[in-house]
């Protein structure tokens, strides 16, 4: 079947005028993207992506991601022309103003369609390969029938020169991901000008490098793009489809031009747009017959999505299927007895292990966890008994090596998890955070369960020295809007946080890990989740309440050993395990005061350890409180000597709280 | 001429032999890379690198960068081998001991002859492009007769997996760094185990994709290796030498394995090794024939540099290029009468434009300044009158554009910082200084001088939305060591903050810079850079002081008319514009004490007033103090409506404040 260039010339115009329009109408935005694809997404919309306007969660529908999320009007003219509920036209309107779910970049949070956030170019590629793993994983656990689809991604320059792009296509050709189809938006131009400027990469050779497929097309020929998109959805290969475009096609005096990537036409030359364009409506108005094509282009959605009802309906799977797409979890994610074993012998174990103990038990209850690490396995302790690596042969497996990729893991990570059907988890070292951070403020913001297991959290990993030791890391990663980050102390808090990750339906978690081995602390059953509350205390004070300490991970344990030293000198200690920040400032004021009282230091002193910066511990503490942590880099030494150089000793921390309560 | 491989053998057995022994010592490191490597190292340094152990700073030397960091028992052999005055053997016997040099990773402050501080991956190669580039520029500024050596980088699996890596090489490419010669350890080893398991990339073809020249080798034979890089130094392109190894070479039982990567070889293995690699030498102890071919190698540097400084001496050029090169600045950087100029005529600019201004002013008189943006120029305002474009065919320009690229920029300014002779500095949006945090944090821990023109930085960017709006950016900045962020208020404490960022040799400065226009607070010339303090009284209360309010940036204005409305009301109120809280943190007590005086929220309220997150400014407020923020993510809208949407209003803020006052 072949398109009828006739029909796709107006819808294309359609998206055109539209994304003029609005950008003008906000006086701000980027008209010269949605422009210079127009054609290739009347193209892909009206023969090959799969979707259904009235069910825009189908879990089976491909996934369309705008990784050049700046041309956010490409996608919101596309969902309003073809049905969805969400843009109106009212909302195009009000492109960019507050309240619109039409925001400067397409939100996931703003609009049901909107599959991931795009904006921080590159991150929408590499999430675009996260989805592609997750349906191929789905696909070799739940068969054909109920999941087989593509994930189509628009990229521009921007988006394959980013470092995360790399990773995450190289990625993307080691597993294979035949169904990934990324439509390059080659219009030779960013905002500093012609690519030329900055690059001579032979693009399509880099792609062949590492194991795609590539097509070319005429981004402005009808025919040209629908033999491409065929090629593409053909192949067995992740593709790259080169588009040739002109940023801005259809502004007859700008087009091909940095002039129109990020800012209004203006009116004039939008007038002189219309005009070569041949539309002659007012903006915001589509003419009905021009609706009814875009419209009719969802009805192989549609017909797909009956079809696959039926299956469903008629699958074994069906409960299990829907369960994982909901992102449901069984009301027991830990076996029988598990807590009560922790108890029953307590260890002194790293974090980390304790981490891969309570892994151990989740694993086989939760299927749709996928663990991997960037190429740190057995130092993360991420893969558990039974789990082999996920392979092109294998996608149904549940283990990513995911190579020294830290960024790509955590993109790949975000775009499982908003995929649906998996949890993923993956590791690296605490410091690496820096790596992936962009991904993991993604995480956050696209509210997306995806669980950090960062390892070797402090100056306790020893001899790697400064560049792999934490310092500002927890306290820069909790300043980040809606991230838990928890630090537990020992092997009961670390399988409590694994509870409470997996069950933060609408957010991302940090686990921050021990390299060295802990004591057990908590020793008694207290029949529930102490972790829960962020923060409590694990040991009160015998006499008169003097001091709090605060302490957190693999800090807590030296709390409870100067507690008990200041015990002995009858100065009453409290000590407060600080698990997660975020989840006590959540707890009520009731709550908080009665672990911290606000009584003034006077009368009772508090104490944060903390083996990090102790860069905004004051809000515990209080400004005069006391901080001990670390405000410089760390060193290269056995991690022994290193707490004792740093001060993380009973006979270095004593002294100074005896020293202030006597000043 | 042909190296001796009779000769060559025993001097890479004593690479091999250092290595494994200070490994065991040390009973933590990695053995795997020095062992593989020291065949082609023993070439390099005896054939092509050019260098003097008895002048490590010798500004015409190759410089030598190992981006594999966690191999550093390599570079410490070499040093020491070649007759370095440090590390000395005790140094070696200590590797990995607090005090030591020879730390886990090669350390730039520990160690002279350490080019750059390495370990996080991908980031040596990429401060190698950097240095490439500085070497280009210096030399097409001071002729082949002053500057005229290569970079030569060893790099592993790791480093060429990494997102910054590909956005380096592209840089490198395009920029065609015939100087810049990798020699990659492909040893199909990474630590997880063979690189198949994460990576199908045909890396020659990658790199040829982005220009570069690729010649392989073997490894381990010496005339191959030397016929490689007779190649490599003969060709005029960035080339890769791929040379195959086998990974901890010499242990007959682990070599080739992942076992050799990170961990001690142990006993046995390492008395195995001894009988292959026939070497019955003590640990540590070097025969004096082996010692002496090694130090042989430096003759070529040394009789390079008796010649250069014949050169130099007889330069015209000769005050100003060792004036570069020591990194000094004249005592006035600005035109005389600049600052009177600001005062003369005040104006309402964005700091983004004000710091315009002030490179305007500035890099006339400084040309070591090499300015750029990662493809934001237009908004970052980082290129000033004159300034062109750094290309292939003109290196000696001084602005570069470098793509889409951010990590690989930051990465690529620490090299050129640490070559010296130039100063670079380098923009994008603040929050996208996630994506290049790995490399910050780099240039923090290497006291490198580097300058972060971070623009928009705060929701007042407006209608991009929360993907673009940083929050946490500023805090989670202000938490790194040895990093300063400057947020300036208005023109004048830009072109303050301009100076003391230039003026920090040792460390690095984020300057944090609005997009929207910014009244002049700064009306009169004091006759001194206020902001070098950090903080101070930019107004005092004209009745007596109730309130403080410590504001930043953008947000000093609004203190500014808060301060007037609260005076109205008879509440005594100064305002503290706080540039950069590190600088004030090192202020005397006095000072600090005189403009945040500690008697308590009851007495004087302090109330911080940022357009981010509240984190971590209980410092400064103090603990019942307020703190006027933004703990959530943004959201997409005109600047003015974002800023009333969020309270920062005089309306918003002012009542707080004095229900405060009255509670």
Known sequence: MSLDPARLEPM???IRALSMDAVQAANSGHPGMPMGMADVAAVLFSKHLKFDPTAPDWADRDRFILSAGHGSMLIYSLLHLTGYAAPTMEDI?????????????PENFLLDAVECTTGPLGQGLAMGVGMAMAERHLNATFGNDLVDHRTWVVAGDGCLMEGVNHEAIGIAGHLNLGRLKVLWDDNNITID??????????????????????????????????????????????????????IGKGAPNKQGTSATH????????IAAARDVLAWDHDPFIIPDRILEDWRATAQRG??????????LEESDHRAEFERRMAGDLPNDIYPDGFFAGLYAEPQKVATRKASQIALEALNPILPETIGGSADLTGSNNTKTAGMEAFSADVPGNRYLYYGIREFGMAA???????????IPYGGTFMVFTDYARGAIRLSALQQARVIYVMTHDSIGLGEDGPTHQPIEHLQSLRAMPNLLVMRPADVVETAECWEIALRQADRPTVLALSRQGLPQLRLEDKGENLSKRGGYRLKAATSERRVILIATGSETHLAMECAARLEEQGIGTDVVSMVCT???????????????PNVGPKRILRVSIEAGTTFGWDRYTMLNGMRIGIDTFGASAPAGELFEKFGFTVDAIVPQITNKLNA
Not at 93 to 105: D, K, T, V
Not at 216 to 237: N, P
Not at 302 to 311: C, E, F, H, L, P
């Open 262 to 269: 990020g800012a209004p036409l203006g009116p004039e030359e």
């Open 582 to 596: 975020q989840l006590f400032d959540e707890q009520d004021e009731a709550y908080r005061e009665d672990v911290l």
């Open 412 to 422: 790949a990570m975000n775009g499982m998890a908003l995929h649906g059907g998996v």
């Open 302 to 311: 549609k017909d797909a999505r009956a079809q696959w009802t039926s299956r």
């Open 193 to 246: 000008g012609g690519t030329d400027l900055s690059t001579s990469e032979d693009i399509r050779a880099r792609y062949r490098a590492t194991g795609w497929h590539v097509v070319d097309c005429d981004g402005h020929d009808f025919a040209d793009i629908e033999r491409a998109l065929d090629e593409a959805a053909a192949t067995d290969l992740p593709t790259l489809v080169a588009c040739k475009t002109i």
């Open 93 to 105: 309107r009000n492109f960019r103003q507050l309240g619109s779910p039409c925001a400067g970049h």
């Open 12 to 14: 294309a115009t359609a």
